[in-house]
């Protein structure tokens, strides 16, 4: 169940290789480059390993430990593995593992924050830009902005599983949240996200209700989603009477990683 029930994972123990099958591949094409070891994997591969195992089997981690655990009983007999799609291993290859673990265990893979937002008219968004350039006042140094409507979900759902703190912020539509918001957030819960600590930003004309809609659907419909009490609504523009919400927010989710 490493992605399809009849894949096998095989051991051939005349060379150490370990056939892997979808596990520790990756998508993107190979450039005539074989192994990890002759690419700069974490710059040009770390992404797409990370996008390929979340959103094809990031909802089976149990699946994935129970094959971690078997690999476990011959670690040091494994010399390659050789996965169906990306770069052979040879060389550091606990550290490929340890990111399957950390991701099977749907544990942050680094502090730091995913804001995503859903703005129709920007407003939304310059509430989110702005928490992004508070938070990068007070020292944090990895944090990522994305607009929910422009960016393939597959990455989205990457970044959450990468990140241990996400902001969500979102206009109110139709009495509710915004659709592409609402989309990502079913995702989140098809792949199984959990352990994360979340913000919210709202926003909305005459009625906000987003805020509370994308608290309920934590809190109900996910595990172990730890959401700050603090939280940023506005009607329309983020004005500057909002500066005060914005500093509250930004530490709390300072104070939240300590």
């Not at 673990?101 to 509430?127: H, Q, R």
């Not at 009625?207 to 109900?220: E, W, Y």
Request: hydrophobic share 45%.
């Amino acid at each position: 169940m490493v992605h399809w029930p009849e894949v096998m994972v095989t051991f051939d123990t005349t060379n150490g290789v370990l056939f892997s099958a979808d596990a520790f591949g990756t998508f993107g094409a190979l450039d005539g480059k074989l192994f990890a070891d002759e690419v700069n994997f974490d710059r040009d591969w770390l992404d797409d390993a990370r996008r390929y195992l979340t959103n094809i089997v990031g909802k089976y981690g149990p699946h994935i430990q129970n094959i971690l655990q078997k690999a476990g009983t011959i670690l040091d007999q494994i010399r390659f593995i050789c996965p169906l799609h990306g770069p052979v291993w040879r060389q550091d290859l606990m550290y490929f593992i340890g990111k399957y673990d950390t991701w099977s265990k749907y544990l942050p893979e680094e502090k730091g924050v995913l804001i995503v937002y859903a703005s129709m008219y920007g407003n939304t968004e310059s509430a989110a830009q702005a928490l992004a350039a508070k938070l990068c006042e007070k020292g944090m140094t990895k944090v990522a902005v994305y607009d929910v409507s422009s960016t393939d979900v597959s990455q989205l759902i990457s970044e959450t599983f990468r990140f241990s703190h996400l902001v969500l912020a979102s206009v109110t539509y139709n009495l509710g949240i915004y659709p592409a918001m609402h989309n990502y957030l079913l995702d989140m819960k098809a792949l199984n996200v959990q352990n994360r600590t979340v913000a919210l930003i709202e926003n909305g004309s005459w009625a906000v209700k987003s805020g509370d809609l994308m608290q309920q659907f934590l809190n109900d419909e996910m595990k172990n989603m730890t959401v700050l009490n603090e939280r940023i609504s506005m009607a329309s523009s983020f004005h500057a009477e909002k500066e005060p919400e914005l500093e509250t927010l930004a530490n709390a989710i300072v104070e939240s990683m300590q």
